[in-house]
């Protein structure tokens, strides 16, 4: 770990774990620059749409839909005291995708009401990752290419939106 780094463990479908995590943040920094909303799970059983469970669905919605509105409504404060003009972003099967839609829809709703920020959803395309796995079309570098972009040099005024490649596209 470099000087000035911290890693802070959060589990984002557990309130207490995203509120604690915000507090102990802010004993270590007094502002956050950006907040990357990375977490996210394909559940086991997630294939046939009716056959899909009460508890799966919640399960599913709740780390990939609510995790992500409640880590940015516990980092919001520490967002709005950045001197950076990008104040945050966002990113990003059947229920899977239910929720990613979800979320598009709380990115958007976010980004109403937090006019001062950039928010924002990526999709980064079929990544080598965990998730991915290792036939993915993209390196870890290629899918992260559009939310690094969002958090240095892409203009202020695009939020609100979801991007893949640096461009805007329909969900
Ligand atoms: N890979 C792709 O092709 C692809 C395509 C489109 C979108 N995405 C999206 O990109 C994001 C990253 O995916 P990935 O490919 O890196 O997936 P991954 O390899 O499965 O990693 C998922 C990450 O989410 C974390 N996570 C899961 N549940 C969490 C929770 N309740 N609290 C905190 N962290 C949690 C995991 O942490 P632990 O390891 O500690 O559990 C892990 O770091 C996800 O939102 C995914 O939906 C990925």
Known sequence: MRQG?????????DNDSVTTAAREFSNIEDHLDVLVNNAGIIVDGDSAIL????????????TN?????????????LLSKSKSPTGG?????RLYCISKTALNGVTSQLATALPKFAVNSVCPGWVRTEMGGENASRSVEEGADTIVWLASDAP?????????DRKEIPW
């Open 5 to 13: 780094e911290h890693f802070l463990e959060i589990d984002v479908a």
């Open 51 to 62: 056959e899909i469970s009460d508890d799966l669905f919640r399960n599913t919605l709740e």
């Open 65 to 77: 839909t609510l995790g992500a509105l409640r880590v940015t409504r516990a980092f919001v404060p």
């Open 89 to 93: 972003l966002m990113v990003g099967r």
């Open 156 to 164: 202020q005024n695009v939020t609100g939106k979801f991007l893949r």
